[in-house]
T-cell receptor, first 116, second 110 residues
Framework: GAVVSQHPSRVICKSGTSVKIECRSL??????MFWYRQFPKQSLMLMATSNEGSKATYEQGVEKDKFLINHASLTLSTLTVTSAHPEDSSFYIC????????????FGPGTRLTVT | KNEVEQSPQNLTAQEGEFITINCSYS?????LHWLQQHPGGGIVSLFMLSSGKKKHGRLIATINIQEKHSSLHITASHPRDSAVYICAVRGGGGADGLTFGKGTHLIIQP
């Protein structure tokens, strides 16, 4: 149980285009989902917290107009990287928190984004 | 903002050795996670601790809340344990997002 999927696992896009990454909780309802980013040789960093049906909360330094987060249902959150640039190339990973289980987070397998 | 420090950063050991990875943090927390990340990037959650000790197979995790310190132990290490082990903490102030350490790159040689 408690499986989180991400799609796509890898994506290569041209500079200036937008990319959407999906994060799904497959067998539980996720009231909260988190988006993290990991640059090469660096630790994971929290980008934003997404609660179902409300606006995402972004960490300091993360542009909300560039990284659009939508948490439209209890099993799906999406991250759209708008007008992507090479410096956005990174490993994006989501985690989902089960409703009623505040401390438990389940991680997706991640999405490797390369912007050329 | 919590500062999470892990040691060592890199560790190479022989198969069968007992492994210890340490994690310290600067501000009180509500929970601490130990995660395993393989070369492809995927993350597996190993433990979530708020006090005491947990054991799962050959893995043991302990936490000392007063000293703001946690350890991850691997007994009878095996090459398949080779991975990056990451300590992450959840703040006590209501924010649920995790703050991560930089990870410990573990290599177990046969």
């Amino acid at each position: 149980g408690a499986v989180v999927s991400q799609h796509p696992s890898r994506v290569i896009c041209k500079s200036g285009t937008s990319v959407k990454i999906e994060c799904r909780s497959l067998d539980f309802q996720a009231t909260t989902m988190f988006w993290y980013r990991q640059f090469p040789k660096q630790s994971l960093m929290l980008m934003a917290t997404s609660n179902e049906g409300s606006k995402a909360t972004y960490e300091q330094g993360v542009e909300k107009d560039k990284f659009l987060i939508n948490h439209a249902s209890l099993t799906l959150s999406t991250l759209t990287v708008t007008s992507a640039h090479p410096e956005d190339s990174s490993f994006y990973i989501c985690s989902a928190q089960r409703g009623g289980y505040r401390y438990e987070q389940y991680f997706g397998p991640g999405t490797r984004l390369t912007v050329t | 903002k919590n500062e999470v420090e892990q040691s060592p950063q890199n560790l190479t050991a022989q198969e069968g050795e007992f492994i210890t990875i340490n994690c310290s943090y600067s501000v009180g927390i509500s929970a601490l996670h130990w995660l395993q990340q393989h070369p492809g990037g995927g993350i597996v959650s190993l433990f979530m601790l708020s006090s005491g000790k947990k054991k799962h197979g050959r893995l043991i995790a302990t936490i000392n809340i007063q000293e703001k310190h946690s350890s991850l132990h691997i007994t009878a290490s095996h090459p398949r344990d080779s991975a990056v082990y990451i300590c992450a903490v959840r703040g006590g102030g209501g924010a649920d997002g995790l703050t991560f350490g930089k990870g410990t790159h573990l290599i177990i040689q046969p």
